[in-house]
């Protein structure tokens, strides 16, 4: 069975950075298209960040500029490395695995939270003004 482990969330003041780590395991992870989700209370989970086997990543218009995901095949995990943190940052923050289109992401659909069925359990971060 699939598993993803999050890591690396904490709490930050506006500005401040984090990075954050998932690691997956039971996979051949190079075929996954991998993102980074992310839900605040009493909202929708929201699609931040995805990357395909190869890389080529892509991101939802709120984190451009400030977020970088990126991964290392080698060592099976994914990364989120958050910039000029803002308030509106915090939620808890997931990674998610699809291995269906054979490490390719497709931007209609991998924003999705439905386009994944592995997720990790997340890891909060927090970002105060």
């Known amino acids: 069975q699939v598993h993803l482990e999050e890591s690396g969330g904490g709490s930050v003041q506006a500005g401040g950075s984090l990075r954050l780590s998932c690691a997956a395991s039971r996979l051949t992870y190079s075929i996954y298209c991998m993102a980074w989700f992310r839900q605040a209370p009493g909202k929708r989970r929201e699609g931040v960040a995805i990357?395909?086997?190869?890389?080529?990543?892509a991101y939802v218009d709120s984190v451009k500029g400030r977020f970088t995901i990126s991964r290392d095949n080698a060592k099976n995990t994914l990364y989120l490395q958050m910039s000029s943190l803002k308030p509106e940052d915090t939620a808890m923050y997931y990674c998610a695995a699809d291995p269906r289109y054979g490490g390719s992401c497709l931007v209609d659909r991998h924003f999705r939270p439905e386009a994944f069925d592995v997720w990790g359990q997340g890891t909060q971060v927090t970002v105060s003004s």
């Open positions: 990357i395909a086997g190869g890389g080529s990543p």
